[in-house]
């Protein structure tokens, strides 16, 4: 069941799930009189304040408590994540449930977008190797390349992919996509070939197999699905050319770290720009962090000053629409574990 409009509730009790941290402007809700009242948990503290609570914000970015707490879910009709991606949420009690769950699609587009043509022109320009440089005095003049005219293929045909299109497209870059399925005439990519390894995609149409030799930066912003997960492993990035450089910009397990480590310690492609991985935050010991031509970030590229007002303000929107009964927006289709369209 995947209603976006949940009857309108009477006095409905809303409970927080939070990591130590309170989303700010939480005392717009507290006090809220169409609401019973306003609980706060820990991961901790759920099971003991789930039952009863009819709306559910998942402030705790990416906690999977909501599962193993589950049983207590008595009362709960929606649950709001702070978050574009719900992998963590998409567990079997809850996708088989009558749950209505939304996201915070929308939020991060613009600034992923953003940090993934930084890391493009960093990438060409060879500001990683001149910083290096100039903290040890060096002058070493270089020759860089091109980014007017270079290639890019989006792994992801959503908000976050289309807005990275648009990014690259306006300094010069060529950009196709792969997605779900393959199709043509696509407004931001043209052609989208199927994100599959295989010879032909589903409909028979065309596959990473033919666009992964030809692009000189491939950017992963699919969800975490069943589909995707583990999608980059040894043979996509053999498929690469040895002067392509991979963005991860989406979810940690959609990149097998072994192979990707692998890639670059051998040279099969020339760098990685990573933002997220399978275990956060990464370990001081993961190879990651040193090896030729990868640039580790915090899980940050979507995260600029008042991105927490932001996603509160959606939140805020959404709480309005339930309590009187209507549409909610960004309702996550649970059978594939994201917003369709």
Known sequence: MNSSV???PHRPRLLVLHGGVLPPGHARVDGDPRLEGVDYATAEELPAKLPGAR???VWDLFTE?????????DSLEWVHAATTGVDNLMFPGLVDSGVVVTNSRGIFDEHIAE?????VIAFAKDFHRTWDLQREHRWEH???ERVSGSRALVVGTGPIGRRIARKLSAVGMEVRASGSRAREGDPDFGAVVESSLAESGTDGGPT???ELPRADYVVIAAPLTDSTRDLVDRR??????PSARLLNVARGPIVVESDLAAALDAGVIAG???????REPLKAVSPLWGLPGSVVSPHMSGDVVGWRDDLMDLFLDNLDRYLDGRELLNVVDKSRGYVPG
């Open 142 to 144: 270089r020759e860089t």
């Open 115 to 119: 940090y993934v043509l930084g890391q």
């Open 236 to 241: 996509f990035l053999e498929l690469m050319k």
């Open 6 to 8: 949940p009857s309108a």
């Open 272 to 278: 990685a720009a990573l933002d997220v991985f399978r």
């Open 55 to 57: 709306a559910l914000l």
């Open 208 to 210: 990473l197999l033919g």
């Open 65 to 73: 408590a909501l599962a193993s707490a589950w049983a207590g879910a």
